[in-house]
């Protein structure tokens, strides 16, 4: 396993760990003061500061993305509504392709209106359906542009109004039907979050292997957790291993950039911006 | 599929859905008054009124238990502390048998001290082995009583605190490891809040079989969700189709009491217990 403890060349930011402090261009300015070499950012910050503007700032400054935030939401009860998911996910594509992202993320989507608290039906059979077929028709045309896909299993607390791919295996099944020969245009973002869980974890990383494994996400899970969505911790500060999660990571091959996504409303959210990007890169020396 | 819409003759209260109201004396006599057959008490509720005065009631109303809650916790640091909770589990399994339960449900555990805040160690692995053997050693106990074990998985959000068993799949494989024979002493009780968003439920549903399958537990999953404890919801106000789920569980040859488990600080714990059950009711013929 990669030795952080000397340096922090292998740390990016997500900047959703940021988005309450500061505006893209200023956290990418910022990450480039501390010699933070990459960045995953999210769709919204980069369309606040401009798309172009933002590809010129990283070419300015050399940071270079470890991903990009996000694609998905394909479940829909509509042919229309379908249609502009796919669409939207067209337009992600090309967005990662113009940032040079090595993959566009997926958060594949729940029950349809869930998130707005209005679910339309409570068939996630059908809702994981229109995933496997979203996600294939949006391989489609990323692969024609060269942007990989990488999905996100994401914890089953949000299986009804975000992901209702929840497991690593989930997620792993669906590359091997969508894209048997693995070919590295389809594989996984791998959160400690979402799957530290999982009593198969280990044995699913393995089976994933260096052509699936296209993101590392690290933060902690608080003891207690108080909000499902805003009270992640910072790694070191909760109960997951990280360091073994990593190992088993690149036991499998993975020798990527190690990011760091954290949303925290009544912690790191609140705090300066500057500290909480120090504290990020002690932590990735010391707890990851 | 049993018909449920005309009475409620297999629906069980678990009393921890009136816990804040009423105590379980109270409880027992209101749902008799109800023509309600079947009841699931926890020992905390047990011992606040007298083990042997709630056998009495039972007795005098002709209620019956669907199952009692519960063992477990299982996991430690210490022999003491291993040992402790093997007595506990001991007292709790001829509690079980005085009431007449058809199951002791078991909430394993998850890492040490978590629950109280101040985790022991981050080490999911051992306190899944801790786990492992205390189900062996008190299922030792419980064969020589004549009470059967029913391991709840819970769902991956208590993974830290309350139960590091977290699928059926995991579940089962412990039940096939400790009971190759399949000899009814030990299963599972599959509760459809825990166990709802697995692509994998009925396929594992159908895997358990009659013989793992000990217990039934109905409640909702609410959108959006505003506390991981007790934000559950009444059947019918969620995004589960328990319909669904409570015919693979019969398709799988269980035929038992469908046991309505509800948390609810903020709605039904505030709510009058005759309405609460009520409602129960209602739902359980609509909604179940």
């Not at 940021?18 to 933070?36: F, S, T, Y």
Request: glycine letters at 8%; charged letters at 25%.
């Amino acid at each position: 396993m990669r030795d952080f403890s000397g340096d922090h060349r292998w740390l990016s930011i997500n900047t959703a760990t940021l988005r309450v402090q500061w505006p893209l261009d200023r956290i990418i300015d910022e990450c480039a003061q501390r010699g933070i070499r990459a960045i995953s950012p999210w769709r919204d910050q980069v369309a606040a500061v401009g798309l172009h503007v933002v590809a010129q700032r990283l070419r300015d400054t050399g940071i270079e993305l470890s991903g990009y935030c996000r694609g998905g939401m394909f479940p829909a009860t509509t042919p229309e509504a379908r249609q502009r998911a796919l669409a939207d996910n067209r337009r992600a594509v090309d967005e990662a392709k113009t940032l040079n992202a090595p993959c566009l993320v997926l958060v594949v989507g729940g029950l349809p209106g869930a998130l707005d608290g209005t679910p339309a039906h409570k068939n996630i059979a059908a809702a994981r359906s229109d995933v496997r077929d979203g996600i294939a028709a949006t391989l489609a045309y990323a692969r024609s542009v060269g942007v990989p896909l990488a999905i996100e299993p994401l914890h089953p607390m949000y299986a009804a109004d975000r992901a209702c791919v929840n497991t690593l295996e989930q997620a792993l099944d669906l590359c091997d039907e969508l894209d048997p020969e693995r070919s590295g245009a389809l594989g996984v973002a791998v959160d400690v979050y979402h799957v530290w869980w999982d009593p198969k974890l280990q044995a699913q990383i393995a089976r994933a292997g260096r052509p699936r494994l296209l993101a590392f996400h690290v933060c902690d899970w608080l003891v207690p957790t108080r909000d499902l969505l805003t009270d992640r911790g910072m790694m070191g500060d909760g109960v997951i291993d990280v360091p073994q999660i990593r190992r088993w990571m690149e036991d499998a091959g993975f020798s990527g950039y190690s990011e760091v996504e954290i949303f925290s409303s009544e912690n790191w959210w609140k705090r300066d911006g500057g500290e909480v990007l120090d504290v990020c890169i002690a932590r990735h020396r010391s707890a990851v």
